[in-house]
């Protein structure tokens, strides 16, 4: 069995790493009656010796343990993580595996990624070692922030940096919460663009999530707290809405990695999807969509037909950003079906979706899939679609567009260039390698009309 570490860096990737792990704790609850320690928890959980003063030791079966989550928190702000620790995960994170400060990053790329992260380098290359030292198989490091503020753009990035330096051989999995254009962080596009850069360079896979999303999952909201707490859609709150859309937020991390914390007639390894998924470097920014929705377990929702789940997974309401992946061009897709699902179901509604889906030329057979038996809490079964599709790219063209339109005022550099390391070089950079991957974008899509032939290298397997 392998294992994946988690590092969830700034408030957003706090926040919603937190949620993962009530998430993964309720699930393997659901289906370890007994409270054993197995090779299911083990992928993301360590068994600590607590009559030793936890030092840490991982032990065996039938003993005296506490789970400690395989985790990192890192954070330039206490509040987000003094809340976790002291809230009812509190004894799931190992207190030796935090890093906080008390000052932030000022919403600023530069203080996180060149002041706060050579500050830090060697305290998280220690601790990056330590949870590494306690896996027999690490596979896969799991990054979580936001790219709008300046600890999850800048140390984030500057995290994966670090982790490509020192693992370059463990996977680097990205999940990037990208700010809405009414974002009221000023200076969020420079800070995401600059952040871009790092992630086209360091990344081995991108799932990028829009906070512009919540628009279109709210009416699904709406609904289902409206059943649950019987009230009006005016009566439900901001808050509410924000705490389920990381409740969804949550739910995609957990379907991503299912298949190496459970069994499955057709299990999908963490590098499966990489090595298929990505024909090109670059081009790893996958578009993930989630079916169902409904995110509250006890709320009597109707399950939808499951060839209606496969559907959802290609309607633009089920995005997780703002895109519609049926209208533009797929380089390839992966499929995480959790549940009482058979492989015939998965076979026949791939056929019956093919006619509508551009393909690429040259990966026309480009699907993989994925089977795990036990499906989420609350659901008797789920989908998660992960899609190398150019509908991503309006995302980054508007990111561009707003960076532009700061960057031609030279609007607020001075509170960049103040820091040291920091060079206007590093805007012009930036700016360039997300052009760059805009026009590759761009290439592709011209493909659409006019197809040419390209040798593959993926491994396409069902």
Request: net charge neutral; glycine share 6%.
């Amino acid at each position: 069995m392998t294992q994946s570490v988690v590092v969830q860096v700034g408030q957003c990737g706090n926040q919603i790493g937190c949620r993962f792990w009530d998430l993964a704790l309720r699930e393997h609850a659901a289906v370890n009656k007994k409270g054993i320690y197995d090779e299911a928890l083990s992928s993301f959980f360590r068994n600590v010796d607590t009559r030793n003063g936890g030092d840490g030791a991982d032990i065996h079966k039938g003993k005296i343990f506490s789970l400690k989550a395989r985790a990192l928190l890192i954070d330039m702000e206490e509040g987000v993580v003094n809340e976790i620790l002291q809230g009812p995960l509190r004894d799931v994170f190992d207190s030796k595996q935090l890093i906080t400060d008390v000052s932030g990053s000022g919403n600023n790329w530069a203080v996180g990624h060149k002041l706060y992260g050579y500050q830090y380098r060697e305290h998280i290359v220690e601790k990056l070692r330590r949870t590494a030292e306690h896996c027999d198989c690490l596979q896969c490091f799991f990054v979580i922030h936001s790219m709008g503020g300046g600890t999850g753009s800048g140390l984030g990035t500057f995290v994966l940096n670090v982790l490509e330096d020192e693992f370059p051989d463990v996977y680097r999995f990205v999940t990037s919460v990208y700010p809405s254009g009414e974002d009221d962080v000023v200076t969020s596009p420079y800070n995401s663009v600059l952040a871009m850069k790092e992630l086209n360079e360091h990344a081995d896979c991108v799932l990028p999530i829009e906070n512009e999303v919540r628009e279109s999952i709210n009416i699904l909201v709406n609904f289902s707290c409206c059943v649950r707490y019987r009230g009006s859609v005016s009566s439900l709150s901001v808050l509410m809405k924000n705490v389920i859309l990381k409740l969804i937020f949550k739910k995609n991390q957990s379907g991503l990695v299912s298949s190496a914390r459970f069994e499955g007639s057709l299990n999908m390894d963490l590098n499966e999807i990489s090595m298929n998924l990505v024909p090109f470097p670059r081009l790893h920014y996958l578009v993930s969509s989630l079916t169902p929705l409904y995110t509250l377990a006890d709320v009597n929702v109707p399950s939808r037909r499951l060839d209606q789940m496969f559907s959802d997974a290609f309607s633009k309401d089920h995005q997780l950003i703002q895109a519609d992946p049926k209208h533009s061009l797929y380089l390839a897709c992966a499929l995480l079906v959790r549940g009482n699902v058979q492989v015939s179901d998965l076979r026949r509604n791939i056929e019956r979706l093919k006619p509508s889906l551009h393909f690429v030329s040259w990966n026309q057979e480009g699907w993989k899939t994925g089977l795990c038996s036990v499906p989420p809490v609350g659901h008797s079964h789920s989908l998660l679609a992960l899609a190398n599709n150019t509908c991503v790219k309006p995302t980054f063209t508007e990111l561009k567009d707003r960076f532009m339109k700061l960057y031609k005022k030279k609007a607020h550099l001075h509170h960049y260039l103040h820091v040291d390391g920091m060079e206007q070089s590093c805007f012009s950079e930036a700016i360039s390698s997300l052009s760059d991957l805009i026009e590759e974008y761009n290439q592709l899509d011209a493909t659409k009309s006019a197809p040419r032939t390209y040798p593959s290298r993926l491994k396409i397997a069902m």
